[in-house]
């Protein structure tokens, strides 16, 4: 979960992956950490949209997207409940005290889904000159 945080939560590929049914998973999951999946997944996301709000240059909608929510509200009131501020007031406050952010095309470059291609493949592959 913490690293694949993003991404949707099923609860049943987690439980079977556990060795578990889906409500066992959750009770075993709620002794060990002190709270439900859902909700330690949404404290994970929030934790990393605040490191994204303190250090890149990106707008809240796109943090949002970021962390794995698909709703701007629900992003900000669970970020309110959680750290007592808006997103955007926590934007403010961070970049007051901090060195400049990162710039947001850094981010969402080095954020996207790399080719699962080795560099030896790339450099093997015949140019434009080579085919004719």
């Known amino acids: 979960m913490d690293s694949r945080y993003a991404e949707p939560l099923d609860i049943d590929a987690l439980a079977g992956t556990a ?3 889906r409500y066992h998973f959750v009770r075993a ?3 060990a950490y002190g709270e439900s ?6 404290r994970r996301r929030i934790e990393r949209a605040q490191e994204l709000l303190r250090s890149a240059n990106l707008t809240v909608t796109e943090v949002c997207h970021l962390v794995g ?3 701007l509200g629900s992003f900000s009131s669970r970020f309110r ?3 007592g501020c808006s997103p955007s007031e926590f934007q403010r ?3 007051r005290t901090a060195p400049p952010p990162i710039p947001g095309c850094y981010v969402l470059m080095w954020g996207r889904p790399r080719p699962s291609v080795p560099n030896a493949a790339i450099a093997e592959k015949p140019g434009p ?4």
Not at 37 to 42: D, I
Not at 129 to 132: K, P, R, S, T, Y
């Open 93 to 95: 406050a961070a970049h």
């Open 19 to 21: 060795g578990y049914s």
């Open 29 to 31: 999951f709620r002794a």
């Open 81 to 83: 409940d959680l750290t």
């Open 69 to 71: 929510f698909s709703s």
């Open 129 to 132: 000159a080579a085919a004719g």
């Open 37 to 42: 999946p859902g909700r330690y997944l949404t």
